[in-house]
C-alpha cells in the first residue's frame, strides 16, 4: 500500500522520511496568449477529463482517433485497478431511488462518491480513514458538474460517529476496502438527506503524488503565507518528517532541531507534486479556516490536475500513460454499476459536453460546530448545506448556485 500524502494532522508515528523532491521555482506565470481554434479547444476540455481527475483515470480521457492508441494499454488499465460493483453503495432505507446508469453509459444524472483515504507506512490496514470525503454530481444533460466537500469530523445524525470514522468501520478484520466503502457509503447517504452513488472511488493518495510527478507540476495558487507541519528545511532542502500532530509539535521539532517548517509563499506558481499536496494537507491556515480552508485547497488541487493533464498532451504520451496507471492502480478501488468495466466507465463518459468543475463549499466555509454539555462532538450542517445536498439529490444544483453564490469556491 503506498503511503498517504494527503491525510490529517493526528500522530501516527512514523518515522522521518526524506522527499528527494527540490522547492520548484516561484516564478511568474507567462501572460496569457491570445484566444486561437486551438486554445479554445484546449479550453473547452471534454467534461469526461475533468471527472476522470476526481478518481484518477483522467489518464483515458481522450477523443476521436486517439482512442486507437489508447486501446493499446487497456490491458494494463483493467488489471491495475481493483473493481468493485456499486451495488453495495446502495442503501435500501435510502428515501430515494438512484437515477440508475442503463447499459454501459450513464444516463440521466448521476452522483459518484469519492474517498481519499489516509494510510501510511507502518499503520494497521484496519486503521485507515476516509478524511477526504468529495462528492461530484453531474446534472441530467451532462453540461454542469459540481464538487462538494463533506467535513470529515460531521457528526452522522443518531450516532456518536464522525463520518470519518464510518469508513474504517467496515474494514473488517482484513482492511477490506471493499466494506470500508460500503459502509461509508451509507453513513454519507444518511448524513447528506439521502443522496445515492452511482459510482465511487477509494483512492490512497500516495499515488496522487506519483500521478503529478508524471505531469511535472500542476498550477496552485497560495492565498497567504502558509507553515507546512510535515515539511521542514534541512540543509537548504525540503523535508518530509513524519508523526507530528500539530503546529505545536511542529514548532517544538523546529526550535529542537534548526529545521524551520517550510513556508509555502503566497502567489500562483507550478507546484511539484509533494509541494501541491503538502499545501492541499494544510489545516493550522492564517485564515484560521482549519479544515474547512483543507477543503477548499483539496478541490483547488483536483481541479488544478485536471486542467494541467488537459493541457500538456500526456494522452497522446502513451508511455506517459502506462506510468499513470500504475501510480493510480496501486491506490485506488473504483465501484461501478454491474454491467460496466473499467474501460467501459472511462470510454463511454468520453463524449459528455465540455464544462468545468464548479467548487462548492458546506458551511459556508466556516465552523458549525456541534457541541454538548460544552463538550465538542463534531461538525454539523448548516441549513444552507443540508439544502444543497438536497438540491444535488434532486438534480437542482444549477438552480441553487443561481440563488446561493456564496457557496461557489472561487478557486483559481
Partial sequence: MATSTLDTDEQHGTTPQQDPDQVPEQGDADPPAAETPEREKRRRAPLAAKLAITFGALLMMTSGTAIIGVKSV???LESSIQVSRSDDLVDPEASAEPAAPTGKAFVGAFNILLLGIDTREGQE????????ILILHVSQNHDQAYLMSVPRDADVPGTQQRINGAFTNGLGSKGDWRGGLKSAAKAISK???GMTFEAAAVIDFGGFKTFIDALGTVP???EAPTKSIHHFVVKGQPKYIGGIADEHEADSYARRTGNPRF???PGCSEMAGWQALDYARQRYLPDGSGDYGRQRHQQQLIKAMAKKAGSVGVLSDFGKVNELISAVGKSMLLSLPQGMGVTDFLFTMKDLAGTDLVLLKTNEGTYESVMVNGEYQGEGLDKTTKDMFRAAKNDKLG??????PEVVNNEK
Fill in 220 to 222: 496552485m495558487c497560495v
Fill in 125 to 132: 490496514a484496519t486503521n485507515a480513514r476516509s478524511d477526504t
Fill in 399 to 404: 438552480n441553487f448556485v443561481f440563488l446561493h
Fill in 191 to 193: 448524513l447528506t438527506g
Fill in 263 to 265: 513556508l509555502h509563499q
Fill in 74 to 76: 487497456v490491458g494494463n
